[in-house]
Structures are given as C-alpha cells and as structure tokens.
C-alpha cells in the first residue's frame, strides 16, 4: 500500500473526524475544567445543533457555512438556558446529580430532535461529491473547509481565553472558584459565559458532522465516547490538548483497521480512553486530575 | 354511614372488576423499530399492521364484538429498547400476543428475556437472521418472512448468474448483518465465487473510508452492503461512491431504503442493486394491495406484506384461542397449516364465523401461503431491485 492511499484513506478522514471530535472535546473540557463534570448531553446538543442548521438551510436555502454563525448563537442560548433551568439549580448538590441531569437533557435533547425532524437519515444537500484532487492528495472542499474552520475557532478561543478580562475569569474560576469569587469574578456570569462559548462549540461539531457525513438523531450520542476519551487525552482544561486529544483519537480510529479486524474501530477510542486513565492520568499536557 | 359508603364503593368496584373482561378491549403489542437504523422503513410496516387491525374492528370486531387495539412500542431495532418496549407491553399493557419486533437483535433479545418465559406468543414481519430458527422459544416465536439463510443463498447465486464472480462484503456487526453474511458467503464460495474482502463494522461510525479502503484492497470491483439503508450503509454506499472504492454495489433487504437514493440521488445509484422478498403474485396480495393502497399505504414498500399478514394471523391466533393468550402461540399453527377452509387478507367476518362453528381454516396471506415449518419459519420469494426515477424497480426475480 502507497505512502498516498494511506493518507488519502486513512489521515485525511483521520484529520476530519478528528476536528470535529476536537471541537467537541474543546466543549468538554471546559466544562470539566470550569463547572468541574462530565456533561453528557454534549453530544445531543451537537445533534441539535446540526439539526437547527438543518432548518436553516431548508428554510432560508442558504449554505450550511451561512447558516454557521447563526447556528453557533441559536445553539448557545438552548444552552444557556438549560443551564438556568437545570443545572444552575443543583450546584450546590453533589455534581454526579448534575452528571445524571446532563443525561436526562440528553434524551430530552434527543426526543426533541426526534420529534420536530423525524428519525430518517438527512443530509444538508442531496448527492454526493466526489474529493477534489490536489497533488494526489484527495479532499473535499468541505473536509478543508473542516479543519479550517476547527482550527480558527481554537484560535480565537485561546486568544479571548488569554487576553480578555473574561477569558482570565474563566481560568481563575478553573483554578480556584472560591478564590476567584472573593477575588470580585462574578461567578454566574463566568457559567453563562462558558455555556455560550460550549453551545456554540457544539453547535460548530455538529453541522461539520452534518456535512461531512449524514444527519441522524443518534449521530452526536455516538460521538461522545471519542469525545471524552479526547479531552481527557488532551489533558482535562487544556484547550489545546483537547484539539490534539481529538486529532489523535479521530486518526488512530482510522489507522486501528490496519492492524485491527474493522469491527474493533469503534473501540479505539475507549482503548485509548482506558490507557490514559491508567498511565498518565493528566493526559498528555498536564490538565487536572479528576 | 362510614360503613354502608365502603359496601357501595366495594361493589362498584366489584362490578367494574367483573364487567371489565366482557367489554375490554383486546390488546396486541405493534412494536417496531421506529427510531434507529430502520426508522424509514417502520412506519409503513406499522401502517399495514394497523390497517389488519382495522379490518377486524370493522368486521365484527373480536371475540365478542370486543376491539382490537395495537399498542406501538419503539424496539429502536436494538436489543435493549426492544427488551423494555416488550417488557412495557406485557406486564403493563397486558398485550395478549406481540406482532414484531422489527429487527433480528430485538427479536432474539425480547423472546429470550421477555416474551418466551411469559409464554406470550410473537409474529415478527422482519426479524430475517437465521439465528432466530434455533432459538429455544417453546414455540412461540413465529416469522412471516423468510429466514436470512434464504435471502444470503438467493442473492449469492444470483450475482453468480449475473456474472458477478468476485465481490467484497461488509457487513453490519449484528445479528442481521452477520446471518446474512455468513450464509451468502457460504453460497458464493461453494459455486465458485471469490470474496476478495469479509469485514465486520460498527454502525453509527462517521467515517469507514479505512473499512472501504481494507476491503478494496482485495481487487473486487464489486461491494456487497449487508447493513441498514438508513444507517451506517447509508455511510458506507456515499463514501464508497464519493471516493470510487467500488464500481457495483449490492445490498440486502436492510439496503432498500429508500433513503438511498432521497440522500444520494437516483442518478448516482445506477450501479446499486438491492434484494428484498416480495410476495408472489397471488389473489391475497391483490386483495391486500387494493385494500392497502385505499389506506393511502404503498403496497410495495418493504415488508408491508409481511407486516400485514403478521397482525392479521395474530388476530386469527387470538379469536381461535378464545383470547386466552399461553394458547395463542398453539391456535397459530391451527389457523395456518395448509388445511381447511381459505381465508384471504381482509376476510375476518368470514374466518370469524367458521372459527366459531368450530371449522378448519388456512391464511393465505399477501406474502405467501405461511405454513410454518417446525420452527416456525416460512418459505420465500426474492426479487432483485434497481432504483429508478420513481424509487425502486423490479428487475427480476431470484432463484
């Protein structure tokens, strides 16, 4: 086998489930590092997201790339105000209370999706698109388009995480909540801060997933595994080791069947999940310890 | 006073307990795998289901005058849904029999752990893997369509006979995809094919681009899909297209979805063939058809016929064992067994009377005569489909 058909048909699809794994993981972990559980609703709120862009897209007959940055807005209030209504009212409780929560607003999630855009498989627009040849390199524009995207949107997270007031807020608040509540951080508007910043993520994952391959109600649920086994590769709070984390687990899935029978691609990720757990716990940049 | 309001109450109650059976409703389970990978296919199924049952109530109803209701349950066309969607139906339902589930993992999962230990009887349109033949069920697992082991042979010789001597096959990772599997292999090896390429694959994955590129590896131009149109085949036939992996594409029952070509186009499938048991040509499947279409139903969508002629045995088997439900399962051999006098799809008035007088009677339905073997499975018919401009084409049938 060629150097070119292993990156044609093993990295490069690698590249494009890793970026969008990547964006999602970025979600997680900031939700690991600032509001300290696993939220496991982020995968229907990717579906959801997607799916809004769905409507969009059949309503106003626009692009999906259009329909983006409205998606990414609509996506974070619901997430907003699932936090408002939901999770705001058991922070004080233990947070494996809010774990079993975020599951209920996963299903819910889910039904809602169900129920407003039926169960059948959609996709954005009808056909197929044949990979665009770049010195024998096959890609399509919207794999590009992709890892463009997820890599901008990190970019300009890391830079409102740095240089921003909010930004260092959200870090202070990640490193000591208490200490940063007395400091004068107001912690309510961090938590909304971060649940427009995780919706609009989510929303970003889902209409990539969307476009790269096809819009079903269980396509953010299955992603969630690889989700998390990337942030905590990544390292938990480490928005950069998120996007590696996912890059890492979206290529090792691909490259798994050539060494592996194909029906153990699925359980890549949670290998990788349980080898990190066991060896290095702080994933591969440090983050926190759960 | 405290005394005589509790005697009043007590005999109410007391009278609802004893009319309650004369006038209640008779209950059989609908489940079906409305979400999940068969989602597309399911509501016709269920629609054709109901359709049987409006056909009883329109009669006569059961029993005595008593209406049939169907209570939709969701199996999700996985084991753990259907497992608690027959669960629900049973013990709080009360369902007398089951029609359903839809797909093969349901099946094994609810005849295992539900319905074979409550000795309730189940008739499922769709469940095809072969699996379902050995298991242990006491006799009350039945199937109107025909084992996998079938359909997997049929569609091996037929791609033989079609010239078709080398072919890779992916297969979903589940009870249906691996019956199917194993038995076209075993066909197409014996008759002289090649598989250049056997693989297993999750569902549900985003990308099988390194599961296409494995599989091409063996040099067939040929790709034989023995997964859900609607799920992670949908996945597999766009990526095998979009990046020329195959040149011909063959799928099973579980392809002809007609997702397939709303997602993809029609223009792009010209080389997508797709098996699928059809009914034979039959007064039974006219009659059925006449009354399906009137319905506003397409009689040739999948498994309709075999949905149809499930729900209608079943309310057979339920007015033949007096609706005493641990005698259902028996009335179902009684009912369909090549003896006494016919009765076709719609004709509950008449099979009602003869029950009643006590006479033999045989179902002929609108996918075939069911005469069910020891195992409770029954023979079939295959043709082999194209899709065209109006959906899916009949292009001949298999042998």
């Excluded at chain 1, 044609?8 to 794994?21: D, K």
């Excluded at chain 2, 069910?372 to 018919?381: I, L, T």
């Amino acid at each position: 086998m060629g150097a070119l058909e292993i990156i044609n048909f093993y990295l490069v699809p690698g590249l494009v489930v890793g970026s969008i794994y990547a964006l999602g993981a970025v979600g997680i972990t900031l939700v690991f590092a600032i509001l300290r559980y696993a939220h496991l609703a982020h995968g229907d709120l990717a579906t959801l997201g997607a799916f809004l862009g769905l409507g969009l897209v059949t309503a106003l007959g626009i692009s999906p790339y259009l329909a983006l940055p409205a998606v990414m807005v609509l996506t974070a209030v619901v997430a907003v105000g699932i936090d408002r209504v939901f999770y705001d009212y058991l922070r004080e409780r233990p947070k494996i209370v809010t774990v079993m929560a975020s599951l209920g607003i996963a299903l819910m999630v889910r039904a809602i999706v169900q129920v407003v855009w039926g169960v059948d498989s959609q996709t954005y627009t009808r056909g197929i698109v044949r990979p665009e040849n770049w010195f024998g390199i096959r890609v399509r524009d919207r794999e590009l388009i992709t890892i463009l995207a997820m890599i901008a949107l990190v970019v300009a997270l890391q830079l409102f995480l740095q240089r921003s007031k909010w930004g260092k807020a959200m870090r202070a608040m990640s490193d000591n909540p208490d200490l940063a509540l007395l400091s004068g951080v107001d912690n309510g508007k961090v938590v909304t801060i971060t649940w427009v910043i995780v919706g609009g993520l989510c929303a970003a994952a889902g209409l990539f997933l969307g476009l790269n391959f096809e819009l079903k109600a269980m396509m953010g649920w299955s992603m969630l595994l690889p989700m998390f086994a990337a942030a905590i590769l990544g390292g938990v709070g480490r928005v950069e080791g998120a996007v590696i984390g996912g890059l890492i687990v979206g290529v090792a899935e691909e490259m798994s069947t050539l060494f592996l029978p194909t029906e153990y691609k699925a359980a890549t990720a949670f290998a990788i999940l349980l080898l990190m757990l066991l060896v290095r716990p702080t994933g591969l940049l440090r983050g926190k310890v759960l | 006073m405290k005394l005589f309001q509790t005697a009043i109450a007590a005999a109410l109650l007391g009278a609802t307990a004893l009319a309650a059976p004369a006038h209640a409703d008779v209950k059989i389970g609908l489940i079906g795998g409305v979400t999940g990978p068969i989602a597309a296919m399911a509501p016709p199924m269920i629609a054709s289901a109901q359709l049987a049952i409006d056909q009883v109530n329109a009669n006569g109803g059961i029993l005595d005058g008593q209406k049939l209701i169907g209570v939709v349950g969701d199996s999700a066309c996985n084991p753990q849904n259907g497992t608690d969607a027959a669960t629900k139906a049973v013990n709080i339902e009360g369902v007398v029999a089951i029609v359903g589930p839809h797909c093969s993992g349901s099946v094994l999962a609810v005849a295992n752990s539900v319905t074979v230990p409550a000795g309730i009887a189940i008739i499922t349109p769709s469940g095809t893997s072969p699996e379902i033949t050995s298991l242990d069920d006491k006799d009350t697992v039945f199937r109107t369509v025909p084992s996998d082991d079938y359909q997997g042979r049929a569609l091996a010789r037929t791609l033989l006979d079609r010239g078709t001597k080398k072919v890779a096959v992916a297969y979903l990772n589940n009870d249906y995809g691996k019956g199917l599997a194993e038995a076209f292999k075993s066909e197409f090896e014996a008759n002289g094919g090649e598989i250049a390429g056997y693989a297993a694959h999750e569902g549900e994955k985003a990308s099988y681009r390194s599961n296409l590129a494995e599989l091409a590896s063996g040099g067939a131009d040929t790709l034989v899909i023995l997964d859900y149109g609607d799920g992670s085949g949908l996945t597999l036939l766009r990526q095998a297209l979009e990046n020329g992996f195959f040149e011909n594409f063959v799928g099973a029952d579980g392809m002809k979805s007609d997702a397939t070509f709303k997602e993809l186009g029609a223009e792009n499938l010209t080389t997508f063939v797709a098996s699928s048991p059809v009914g034979e040509k039959s007064d039974a499947l006219e009659m059925f058809s006449k009354a399906f279409t009137e319905a506003g139903g397409d009689p040739s969508a999948i498994f309709v016929t075999t949905s149809y002629d499930a729900a209608f045995l079943m309310a057979l088997a339920v007015e033949k064992a007096g609706g005493d439900k641990t005698k259902v399962a028996a009335a179902m051999r009684e009912i369909s067994n090549g003896t006494g006098e016919t009765i076709l799809p719609g004709e509950w008035a008449k099979a009602k009377e003869l029950i009643a007088a006590g006479k033999a009677i045989d179902y002929k339905g609108a996918a075939g005569d069911h005469n069910f073997d020891e195992k409770g499975d029954v023979p079939g018919a295959y043709a082999l489909f194209k899709v065209g401009a109006n959906g899916f084409e009949m292009i001949g049938e298999m042998k």
